[in-house]
T-cell receptor, first 112, second 116 residues
Framework: GENVEQHPSTLSVQEGDSAVIKCTYSDSASNYFPWYKQELGKGPQLIIDIRSNVGEKKDQRIAVTLNKTAKHFSLHITETQPEDSAVYFCAASIRGNTPLVFGKGTRLSVIA | ETGVTQTPRHLVMGMTNKKSLKCEQHLGHNAMYWYKQSAKKPLELMFVYNFKEQTENNSVPSRFSPECPNSSHLFLHLHTLQPEDSALYLC???????????????FGPGTRLTVL
């Protein structure tokens, strides 16, 4: 089955700097790659996703890139703000009725 | 608010107790999920219900028993738990219109369970 590896497990950046979180997946048939943000005391919430027919997607300060050949995808956050501090999870899945497989998460701390 | 509510938010129970976790979604979705979230581990999928039918049971011990009486409600019945079962239990729902794999999942806030 699918296996998703996520790095780093913790990341600290200065406010205003960029943050990058990387994930690799094992099953070349995976075609859907969402990213979730989990704030303290809350459940994970979808922030951006990408499907295998595109290489990059942007939404204001966040972007996701996908390299299907290398089987990895990354989350990029620019101009980080303290409210970006949270745990971020990547996930991957195959079309059909196989549920998402999640990475272990990255705890991002943005230092003011 | 994501439209998915969970009660209770915190639960402390002894190993001989029986308790239930409740999840309710107000999004009109057809699929509901239970996840276990432990420190330094990936989100562990426990159960999936799609149109009230259980479609996934990822080798979960029988001391966890799910129930899905309708598409809006999901329960997790707990009995004779172990201390290692202490974790955050998350409920999620999705539309299930394009298959579970490509569905956006909406999570509730979770129930923090402590087993003494």
């Amino acid at each position: 089955g699918e296996n998703v590896e996520q790095h780093p497990s913790t990341l600290s950046v200065q406010e205003g700097d960029s943050a990058v979180i990387k994930c690799t997946y094992s099953d070349s048939a995976s075609n859907y790659f969402p990213w979730y943000k989990q704030e303290l005391g809350k459940g994970p919430q979808l922030i951006i996703d990408i499907r295998s027919n595109v290489g990059e997607k942007k939404d204001q300060r966040i972007a996701v890139t996908l390299n299907k050949t290398a089987k990895h995808f990354s989350l990029h956050i620019t101009e980080t703000q303290p409210e970006d501090s949270a745990v971020y999870f990547c996930a991957a899945s195959i079309r059909g009725n196989t549920p998402l497989v999640f990475g272990k998460g990255t705890r991002l701390s943005v230092i003011a | 608010e994501t439209g998915v509510t969970q009660t209770p938010r915190h639960l402390v129970m002894g190993m001989t107790n029986k308790k239930s976790l409740k999840c309710e979604q107000h999004l009109g979705h057809n699929a509901m999920y239970w996840y276990k979230q432990s420190a330094k581990k990936p989100l562990e999928l426990m159960f999936v219900y799609n149109f009230k039918e259980q479609t996934e049971n990822n080798s979960v011990p029988s001391r966890f028993s799910p129930e899905c009486p309708n598409s809006s409600h999901l329960f997790l019945h707990l009995h004779t738990l172990q201390p290692e079962d202490s974790a955050l239990y998350l409920c999620a729902s999705s539309q299930a219109s394009r298959g579970l794999g490509t569905d956006t999942q909406y999570f509730g806030p979770g129930t923090r369970l402590t087993v003494l």
